[in-house]
């Protein structure tokens, strides 16, 4: 399992009984969490001193039931600066284990900025823009693409906040399959592409679609975009029902069969307990150059 051990502003307390405890900067945090099917005693004391408690309502959807924090802050993850604010379906505006792809993906980039390439990184389903602001941090010039007209600004805030503002990002607000396929009509090509599409989501003509039926075509469209010479390719996934090595099948099949694949599932540690709570999954390709460069830097 892939863990981020290095954040300051964000920890996972606790978790029990379908809910996870965090601490994001200086509030306390309840938020349902359904891997979490353990029923363990709750002795840290922060349970019943929580910020912000996030409950699910018997007819579907939910509310913040407390909610003793302010309608925005900030938290800091290195260089890197994000506003948090409590959203709809008991989310904040980011997703901290992802902070494990970032340093990995970073790595890559800096490495190729280091031999003298300018490299540019496609980032699909881009939310609130944590992997464009750690890509474009590691000098990579990045497309942000997400259909929500309200998360793409607050990426363009999050740069901003971390001093990115004048980065080499361009923010599309589009349907991510349309993007794809108007690029490769227009023969744009990037060195890495990110994805992390939903589990479920409406098309342009609002047809539903599940990400299990979708996956293996949106992966291999975006495959196609890739320059001769790709740094990367990384899917993420919250859907219970696509395995990890179930998309890094897809993501090797697309990328004909050559490079390396890595997949895993991330997971946040909790304080509490030690125990590494699941948070998704990740595929991650690489071509061999990049896997011998680190085998040397080990």
């Known amino acids: 399992m892939w863990a981020n051990d290095t954040w300051k502003d964000y920890a996972l307390l606790d978790a029990s009984s379908g809910e996870r405890l965090e601490r994001w900067g200086k509030y306390i945090l309840i938020r349902p969490d359904p891997q979490v099917i353990w029923n363990t005693k709750r002795e840290n004391s922060f349970w019943r001193a929580a910020d912000a408690v996030y409950k699910r309502s018997r007819s579907g959807g939910g509310s913040w039931t407390v909610c003793n924090i302010p309608e925005s802050w900030n938290i800091s993850y290195g260089a890197l600066t994000f506003q948090l604010r409590p959203m709809g379906f008991k989310h904040t505006g980011l997703f901290p284990e992802q902070a494990v792809n970032w340093d990995w993906f970073s790595d890559i980039i800096k490495g190729a900025v280091a031999q003298g390439r300018k490299p540019s990184v496609l980032n699909l389903f881009a939310y609130t823009g944590g992997a464009t602001a750690a890509a474009a941090a590691a000098g990579a010039s990045v497309c942000h693409v997400d259909a929500a007209k309200g998360m793409v600004q607050a990426a363009k805030e999050n740069l901003r906040l971390s001093g990115l503002g004048d980065a080499p990002v361009r923010y599309i607000v589009d349907d991510c399959k349309k993007f794809v ?111 011998q460069k680190n085998r040397r830097n080990k």
């Not at 592409?193 to 098309?203: A, E, K």
């Not at 099948?249 to 050559?258: F, I």
């Not at 991330?266 to 304080?271: K, Q, T």
């Open 181 to 291: 396929e108007r690029e490769i009509r227009r023969g744009r090509k990037y060195d890495a592409v990110i994805m992390d599409p939903p589990s479920y989501g409406r098309g342009p003509g609002g047809e539903v679609w599940k990400l299990e039926d979708c996956a293996h075509a949106l992966i291999s469209l975006a495959a196609s975009l890739m320059t001769e010479s790709p740094l990367f390719f990384l899917v993420n996934s919250y859907t219970t029902g696509l395995s990890p090595a179930a998309m890094g099948y897809m993501v090797m099949q697309a990328m004909g069969n050559r490079g390396h694949i890595d997949t895993g599932e991330l997971g946040l540690r909790a304080e509490e307990t030690g125990l590494l709570l699941p948070a998704g999954a990740s595929a991650r390709w690489t071509p061999e150059t990049v896997q």
